[in-house]
């Protein structure tokens, strides 16, 4: 486990073979970071400064900012009245970002086209050092991602990152993987997820076809959906892992790019200001080492189908 660096002259735009690509997505289902220390996906000059200036100049901007593609919406900002023309460029912004990664990694990792659900994507403003948030959404935790109101059905969770500050890293540590930690865990602190009943089955596919996903996002999870959230929330919760568990310091220059399936590797980010991420939820079938997939992880710790 560790990170692998891609060297510049291989993100150019060119078709990697479908060797290559397989080996990285190999590398990245083995729980590696893949690092390019120069991002494939530069903005322009122009947008970047934009960014690096949105917080001072517009007034409705707080938090992370959310970027829906299948919708083409942004959430987080609510810019009004003068506003409005930064909104715009940013909801631009962040459409091209959100088009630009795909359009990368259909190609690097050509393996998974087609079989992935494009998700959010975001931008992160703010200093991550010292920011108060409540405990379960503290990044500054190790922690594996789970959305609470957008379970997977088992699709990994798969992120690439920019760093677009102009001088400071973004600084990260990771631990040992899922394959690794969930034993080391379960069953005696954390209970592993059981069938699910055909009744609760039955409904919540029956709430999914009516639109209830939405408002019932907790009957709309898998068992092992509620698993990866009991996860992460027993990570963030557990003083003893966040003090003593395995971990590796990494550190993100100005101008990198990095992407990691964060539903097997904990992370947390410890410092660093304005990054630009997209989230994509990568379908069990397309991978090419399945074993290593929480799904399968826990599917062959339980014995039984958890999706
Ligand atoms: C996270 O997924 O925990 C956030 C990482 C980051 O913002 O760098
Ligand atoms: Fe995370």
């Known amino acids: 486990m560790g990170m692998i660096t891609i060297p510049p002259e291989t993100s150019l735009p060119q078709q990697p073979s479908s060797e290559q690509a397989r080996a990285w997505c190999r590398q990245l289902e083995e729980g590696n970071i893949l690092f390019f220390p120069r991002t494939p996906i530069a903005l322009a000059e122009e947008d970047l400064r934009f960014l690096l200036t949105l917080e001072q100049t517009s007034s409705g901007l707080h938090k992370n900012l959310a970027y829906k593609p299948q919708r083409d919406e942004i959430s987080g900002a609510d810019m009004k009245g003068a506003d409005a023309a930064a909104g715009e460029r940013l909801h631009r912004i962040l459409r091209e970002y959100s088009r630009r990664v795909t359009e990368f990694l259909e190609s690097f990792l050509s393996p998974y086209q087609s079989h992935w659900q494009l998700d959010y994507g975001s931008f992160r403003p703010q200093e991550e050092q010292g920011r108060d948030l409540p405990l379960r959404r503290r990044n500054d935790l190790m922690h594996t991602d789970a959305f609470p109101t957008r379970p997977t059905h088992g699709a990994r969770i798969l992120r690439f990152f920019n760093n677009l500050h102009p001088t400071k890293t973004r600084d990260w540590i990771t631990g ?107 379908s069990p079938e397309a991978m090419v080492a399945p074993e290593h997939a929480p799904l399968n992880v826990l599917q062959a710790m339980t014995g039984l189908p958890l999706v």
């Open 176 to 282: 040992e993987p899922f394959g690794a930690l969930a034993p080391q865990f379960a069953p005696q602190q954390i209970a592993l997820p059981r069938e699910q009943s055909t009744l609760t089955r039955v409904t919540a596919a029956a709430a999914c076809n009516l639109g209830l996903g939405r408002v019932l996002p907790a009957l709309k999870r898998s068992p092992y959906d509620d698993f990866m959230m009991r996860f992460h929330n027993f990570l963030k919760e557990n003083a003893t892992y966040q003090a003593q568990g395995k971990r590796e310091p990494w550190s993100f220059p100005p101008g990198s790019s990095w992407m990691v399936y964060t539903d097997m590797v904990p992370h947390a980010v410890l410092a660093g200001q304005y990054a630009l991420e997209q989230t994509y939820l990568v």
